[in-house]
């Protein structure tokens, strides 16, 4: 499992819409998304279970975010709907093996990771 790779990133207006790649993702390998804003501890945002189907996600973006994954592509996505300035945050993707469900929103879980990718939403 090689550093991931993520995309997407950009500025948009609350209400808007924006749609974040990883690529590098194994489909034996459970992935989730990370947020960090200034100041602030990193985030969990969502996390998908290896090979796909059942999905996570924090109360903050529950409805409104989507987490889905290609594995013929090795890339996992997570679609951000109805952003709100709050949503500013650097971005980025994890993945790691044999992770539980307990153990999905917490970093320490995640052996690969992206560099990240900025994602700010203005008011």
């Known amino acids: 499992q090689e550093q991931l790779v993520e995309s997407g990133g950009g500025l948009v207006q609350a209400g808007g819409s924006l749609r974040l790649s990883c690529a590098g993702v194994?489909?034996?390998?459970?992935a989730a998304w990370f947020r960090q804003a200034p100041g602030k501890e990193r985030e969990f945002v969502a996390a998908?279970?290896?090979?796909?189907?059942?999905?996570y996600y924090s109360d903050s973006v529950k409805g409104r975010f989507t987490i889905s994954r290609d594995n013929a592509k090795n890339m996992v996505f997570l679609q951000m709907n109805s952003l709100k300035p709050e949503d500013t945050a650097v971005y980025s993707c994890?993945?790691?093996?044999?992770?539980?469900?307990?153990?999905?929103?917490?970093?320490?879980?995640?052996?690969?990771w992206g560099q990240g990718t900025q994602v700010t939403v203005s008011s």
């Open positions: 994890a993945a790691g093996q044999g992770v539980i469900q307990s153990s999905l929103g917490r970093t320490s879980a995640y052996k690969s």
């Open positions: 194994g489909r034996t390998y459970a």
């Open positions: 998908i279970k290896a090979f796909g189907g059942h999905t």
